[in-house]
């Protein structure tokens, strides 16, 4: 099992920044990709950004150029650097990797696994 931690959400002013982390644990073999994504009241569940382990990175149209994904592969720790906020940032922002684990009982499998979410609000 994999245990995703995010950290880093809170209320912030138009134009301020945030950064958020997320930090994994458990009997991780290797991971393929990890990535953020948010939700908005009333709306889908949406992809913000993503990485894989080799390093390629891809944006949702909305925050390229103000939001930075990066990740410390030693640590399992992602990063999503927010700037130049705005309010239609809003939502609870979910941290997702896509990992594969070793246990005896199940030996080797990949899954998709997902943090609790952490509410980032940007006041106007």
């Known amino acids: 099992q994999v245990q995703l931690v995010e950290s880093g959400g809170g209320l912030v002013q138009a134009g301020g920044s945030l950064r958020l982390s997320c930090a994994a644990s458990?009997?991780?073999?290797?991971?393929?990709?990890m990535g953020w994504y948010r939700q908005a009241p009333g709306k889908q569940r949406e992809l913000v950004a993503a990485v894989t382990w080799g390093g390629s990175t891809n944006y949702a149209d909305s925050v390229k150029g103000r939001f930075t994904i990066t990740r410390d592969s030693a640590k399992n720790t992602l990063y999503l650097q927010m700037s130049t906020l705005k309010p239609e940032d809003t939502a609870v922002y979910y941290c997702?990797?896509?990992?594969?684990?070793?246990?005896?009982?199940?030996?080797?499998?990949?899954?998709?696994?997902w943090g609790q979410g952490t509410q980032v609000t940007v006041s106007s």
């Open positions: 997702n990797a896509k990992m594969t684990t070793w246990s005896r009982a199940s030996g080797s499998r990949t899954d998709d696994y």
């Open positions: 458990g009997s991780i073999v290797s991971t393929s990709a």
